[in-house]
């Protein structure tokens, strides 16, 4: 059984940082590209950032590019997702995405498997 499960949420000022980690099991994690995608209150679901299986190569969302930074380490079937400059507009549930054979730009009708989502506060 596949599972994602995400940590690292919470409430934090605007201009503050946050790390969210994303832990997979029951799959063979170098396979899928993995990313990031967020819920905001109100709004669609939309394409945070995602990277590759194998060479890392990352691709963002225009609306957090330069701000935040997603790893993985492959050894610990983990990703994660650095939020620096965080803004009120960030405020969101935050989804582990993993898409088999995938890639960074991957879509939301691709992914294979979903976290439950970790909420992220960002107080103005």
């Known amino acids: 059984q596949v599972q994602l499960v995400e940590s690292g949420g919470g409430l934090v000022q605007a201009g503050g940082s946050l790390r969210l980690s994303c832990a997979a099991s029951g799959l063979i994690f170098r396979f899928y590209a993995m990313g990031w995608f967020r819920r905001a209150p109100g709004k669609e679901r939309e394409f945070v950032g995602g990277?590759?299986?194998?060479?890392?190569?990352?691709y963002y969302a225009d609306s957090v590019k330069g701000r935040f930074t997603i790893s993985r380490d492959n050894a610990k079937n983990t990703v994660y997702l650095q939020m620096n400059s965080l803004k009120s507009e960030d405020t969101a549930v935050y989804y582990c995405?993993?898409?088999?054979?995938?890639?960074?730009?991957?879509?939301?009708?691709?992914?294979?498997?979903w976290g439950k989502g970790t909420l992220v506060t960002v107080s103005s």
């Open positions: 990277i590759n299986r194998s060479d890392s190569t990352t």
């Open positions: 995405a993993a898409d088999f054979g995938g890639s960074a730009t991957m879509t939301s009708s691709g992914v294979d498997h």
